[in-house]
């Protein structure tokens, strides 16, 4: 049985790689969680869970013949696949590689999150979204923001994935953030699932290699995010499905 | 595409584009880079939108707002003629808030060759500009969300560039309408 979600915004810094890791803890009480950095370009999942120094990432995955077991972290009770930072790495890493990737991971796991690139203008940071069952799209309350969440949607609905739901994050307490969320409501496919404040314990935990909810498993915002977890319902799907639809894309990218 | 008239601050021709890319984090440019073919003035130009330097929205007449089609043109004026011109901060926000799409900060440093140092300096420049923005005007959130004029015509284009992509990318047999 296995889910797999896209964490995407478009925009970037808004918060996905915090989101697919909180997400991943909070899911992870009840499921087998797997999280992948699908940005290859600007892998950053790495230092959020204090694999910065380890020896095989997805970038050798997907440049060479070294099989995806290899890049598996057992870290913070999920399985976690980080990605490399280095520009070598990223160009000899071929993105069409990712599905199958996905695919193997897929057979093994309840919930699989995928963190994704921001952007929507190349095709590798758009598959995550096109080849995920459902995305989480991850918002702050500001006008590029939103209109990269809806343009996100846009693709997502285009390719038949749907919204699992919208995560505002970095919420300030003058945010009037009911009104948004109001307003942001009628224009989404999805529920609002949560609302994270804008708190130093993402940064602190960042520093500390850390996802927020094992760095500060009080803190307000890894409660607002447990919340958040709660109300997204996974809905178990067909792992033999999955992996056939990830195997299936593999179409090579025109030049 | 229609921008606002900015005011020209650097005219050079270069034999590679990356180099107008460091220029621009040099100058810490706000505004936009149009790029042309010394040899052949008529020939159709491209766009670079900047905001502090950091690459935003780029655009080529034959590819619409394809960043990386729009890149692969611009690379191929070889040498390249360019005008930086300034805009003030808001406009430039404002054009990357309508604009159809925005680019990855780093993809044109990484499309156009640039080395591992040009890279890592957008990456820095893109994030410190992420953690300055000043904190929003909601009043202004709130009637952007309001106008569901403004947010249909940015979903209707949106739609367009996402039918347009998935031809390109060789994805349209996974549109779910398959056009
Ligand atoms: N709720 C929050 N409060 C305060 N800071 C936050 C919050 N969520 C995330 N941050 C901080 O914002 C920065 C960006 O977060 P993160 O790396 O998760 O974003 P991202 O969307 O993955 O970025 P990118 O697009 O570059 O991959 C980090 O420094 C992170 O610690
Ligand atoms: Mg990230």
Redesign the interface.
């Known amino acids: 049985m296995v889910e797999a979600f896209a964490v995407a915004s ?4 808004v918060g996905k790689t915090t989101s697919t890791l909180a997400l991943g803890m909070a899911l992870s009480d009840r499921y087998d969680v797997t999280v992948v950095d699908a940005d290859t ?2 892998a950053n999942l790495l230092f959020h869970t204090g694999l910065d120094g380890v020896e095989t990432t997805l970038h050798d995955v997907l440049g060479s013949d070294v099989p995806v077991s290899d890049a598996v972290y057992e870290r913070f009770g999920m399985r976690v696949v980080p990605c490399g930072t ?2 070598s790495g ?2 000899r890493a071929d993105p069409d590689r990712l599905r199958g990737v996905v695919a193997t991971l897929a057979r093994d796991t309840d919930v699989l999150l995928l963190d994704s ?7 590798s ?2 598959l995550p979204v ?1 080849l995920a069952d459902r995305v989480v799209v991850v918002v702050q ?4 923001s ?3 969440a ?2 996100v949607q ?2 997502a ?4 994935t749907s919204i699992a739901g919208v995560l505002f994050n970095r919420v ?1 307490p ?3 953030i009911e ?2 969320s109001e ?2 409501s ?2 989404f496919d999805g529920p609002i699932i949560g609302r994270i404040p804008e708190r130093p314990s993402p940064q602190a935990a960042r520093r500390a290699g850390k996802p927020v909810l094992a760095h500060a498993p009080e803190s307000s915002v890894a409660d607002a995010y447990r919340g958040a977890a709660d109300r997204l319902e996974i809905r178990p799907g067909d792992e033999t499905a999955i992996a056939d639809r990830f195997q299936s ?1 593999v ?4 030049p | 595409m229609w921008l606002p008239q900015g005011r020209l601050c650097r005219s050079t021709v270069v034999s590679t584009v990356s180099s107008v890319l460091a220029l621009a984090l040099d100058l810490s440019l706000t505004g936009y880079g149009v790029f042309s073919m010394p040899e052949t003035p008529r020939a159709p130009r491209g766009l670079i939108t900047f905001d502090g330097g950091v690459p935003g929205c780029c655009y080529h007449p034959q590819t619409s707002w394809d960043s990386t089609a729009a890149l692969s043109r611009i690379a191929s004026y070889r040498p390249c003629r360019v005008d930086l011109y300034q805009l003030s901060r808001p406009t430039v926000r404002s054009i990357h808030d309508r604009a159809p799409e925005t680019v990855d900060p780093t993809l044109p440093a990484s499309q156009l060759d640039g080395d591992s140092i040009l890279l890592q300096r957008t990456k820095r420049r893109h994030s410190k500009r992420e953690s300055n923005t000043a904190p929003t005007n909601t009043d202004t959130v709130v009637s952007f969300l309001e106008d569901s004029d403004r947010i249909r015509a940015l979903q209707e284009t949106t739609r367009q560039t996402v039918q347009l992509r998935a031809r390109r990318w060789n994805l349209a047999s996974l549109l779910e309408n398959d056009h």
Not at chain 1, 117 to 123: H, I, S, T, V
Not at chain 1, 141 to 144: A, N, S, Y
Not at chain 1, 251 to 254: D, M, N, R
């Open positions: 478009g925009k970037g810094g370009g600007m280095s520009l990223f160009r690139a921001p952007a929507l203008g190349a095709k940071a758009v096109v309350p500001t006008i590029p939103l209109s990269d809806l343009k846009e693709y609905t285009a390719y038949g300030q003058t945010d009037p009104r948004i307003a942001a009628r224009y894309a179409i090579p990218e025109q």
